[in-house]
């Protein structure tokens, strides 16, 4: 089992940027396919990207070129930083750990962080 705490977020100005942080604890952090989801005011909760322990990466069109998803295994914390933000990535971020088959389907991840509300104003 793993415990995902969350930090960053905030509000910035379209074209900013931001980072989120999310550290892991429990179970070793490699063991881990780790996924960025968003939900946004009245939307489902959608799938951002996701890395896996090769570091391989995978994003969501929609934030493609602009997001970056990274993971410090030694540290056990996956960061996404995220570029030239705009108002319509306004949403609450989450982090979650899912097993080898996780992917973009919310349903393959089994331990999920607080959440933490990004907001990009125009």
């Known amino acids: 089992q793993v415990h995902l705490v969350q930090s960053g977020g905030g509000t910035v100005q379209a074209g900013g940027s931001l980072r989120l942080s999310c550290a892991a604890y429990?179970?070793?952090?490699?063991?881990?396919?780790m996924g960025w989801f968003r939900q946004a005011p009245g939307k489902e909760r959608e799938f951002v990207g996701k890395?896996?322990?090769?570091?391989?990466?995978e994003y969501a069109n929609s934030v493609k070129g602009r997001f970056t998803i990274t993971r410090d295994n030694a540290r056990q914390t996956l960061y996404l930083q995220m570029n030239s933000l705009k108002p319509e990535d306004t949403a609450v971020y989450y982090c979650?750990?899912?097993?080898?088959?996780?992917?973009?389907?919310?349903?393959?991840?089994?331990?999920w962080g607080q959440g933490t509300q990004v907001t990009v104003s125009s």
């Open positions: 429990g179970r070793p952090f490699n063991d881990y396919v």
């Open positions: 890395i896996q322990w090769s570091d391989f990466t």
């Open positions: 979650a750990a899912g097993g080898v088959p996780a992917d973009r389907d919310e349903s393959t991840y089994n331990f």
